[in-house]
């Protein structure tokens, strides 16, 4: 069974809905979160192949989320997004290990092509 779960938490209920139809399109299977606590309570990380993590999210740090997921025992490959680009930030992204970061407003292909390299990455 090719595992193609791609598990989004985005805040932003417009681009929130706007990831999701991008990956339909694409063939993938999506559970998408508008904030923490429902990813928390309703997510299967188990069933996920890769994590697409808003970093600034209301009350909340998807850089943190995706410590969080690590920590349980999750080895995820994780694509940030975010709208506040900062050096810092993006060193700190970096240093988790991301498979890409993307800052908003991205080419849709640019989103297809880190979960494709982060499914190919999980695959080897």
Excluded: W
Aim: proline share 3%; glycine share 4%.
């Amino acid at each position: 069974m090719t595992r193609n779960r791609v598990v989004v938490v985005e805040d932003d209920t417009s681009m929130l809905r706007s990831i999701e139809r991008l990956l339909k399109v694409h063939g993938f299977d999506c559970a998408c979160f508008d904030c923490v606590e429902d990813f928390r309570d309703q997510a299967n990380l188990a069933e996920a192949a890769c994590l697409v993590l808003d970093i600034n999210l209301n009350n909340a740090s998807g850089i943190e989320l995706s410590k969080e997921v690590a920590r349980a025992g999750h080895s995820l490959p994780v694509v940030f997004i975010t709208g506040a680009e900062s050096d810092l930030v993006r060193s700190a992204a970096k240093k988790t290990g991301c498979v890409a970061y993307l800052t908003k407003p991205f080419p849709p292909t640019a989103l297809i092509e880190a979960i494709e390299k982060s499914l190919n990455l999980g695959r080897q």
